[in-house]
C-alpha cells in the first residue's frame, strides 16, 4: 500500500539532495549539512508516523480484513515495522551518500582553511556511524510508543467512539509518568548504572575532546537493556490489545 509513495519519496529525496549537492560545490558545503539534519530529524519520527498513520487508517478504514487476517497479530506489528525500517534505512544510506559527495566536492569557507577535508570527511563517517545506530535505536522506542498510543484508541473506540483518541493520549501520559518516577528511584540506578560504554571520537583531533567523551560516558548497557525491555512490553502490550481488546 505505500509502495507508489515511497519510490515517490525517494525519487524526490535523491532530486533534491543532488540539487543541495550541486548548491555545495558552487556556494558551501554548509548547504548540503542543514538539509541532512533535518532529514535526521525526520528519520527519528518516522517509525512513529509510519505507525500511527498506518494503524489509524486500517482500523477506521480496513478494520475487518486486518482483524480477519489469518496471521497473528505480532506478526502483523513486526511486518509493518521491518517495512518502516527498510524504508527507514534506504533514506539514510542515500542520505549519507549525498552528504558524503557534497562535503567531498563541496566548497568550504575560509575559516576551515585550517581543517584538511579529509579529517572533516572522516569525521563526518565515524560520527554518522554512531549517530545512524543511535537514530535507528531511537526511532524504534519511539515507534513502540506510536504502535501502544494508536492500539489503545483504536480498543476504546465502541467506548469513547469519535474521542477514543484521548484513551491513548492517557495511556501514554500514565505509562511516561511511571517511568519517570521509577527512574528517580534507588532500584533503577541499581538496575541500569551498569556496563559504561566509552565511546571516543578519533578522526577529528582538531574538537576539543573534553567537550564530546563526558557526553559519551554517560551511556551504560543496563539503560540500553532497560530501554530495550521498556520497548519490548509495549509491542507486546499491543499485540495483547489487537488479540483480545478489539472487535470488529
Known sequence: ????????????????GLWFVYLSHRYNVGIIIAPAFFILFLLLLYPAIYMLKSLS????????????CPQPAWMLLFAKLAICLMQM??????????????IKIGTFPEELNGITQLNIFSFIIETGIYTAVFTVAA??????????ISVVSAAARNLLGRYRWLAGIAAFVIATWGIGQLQQTWF?????????????LHN??????ANIHPFLDQIYAGQILF????????????????DHKIEV
Open 1 to 16: 500500500m505505500t509502495r507508489i509513495s515511497t519510490f515517490i519519496s525517494l525519487a524526490i529525496l535523491l532530486i533534491a
Open 57 to 68: 487508517w486500517e482500523f477506521n478504514i480496513a478494520r475487518h480484513l486486518w482483524l480477519h
Open 89 to 102: 534505512l534506504v533514506i539514510m544510506i542515500m542520505t549519507a551518500a549525498l552528504l558524503l559527495c557534497g
Open 139 to 148: 526511532s524504534i522506542y519511539i515507534g513502540a510508543w506510536a504502535t501502544f
Open 188 to 200: 533503577y540506578q541499581q538496575i541500569t548504572r551498569w556496563g559504561q560504554l566509552s565511546i571516543r
Open 204 to 209: 577529528f583531533p582538531e574538537i576539543p575532546a
Open 227 to 242: 530501554y530495550f525491555l521498556v520497548t519490548a512490553i509495549l509491542f507486546a502490550l499491543s499485540v495483547w490489545l489487537v
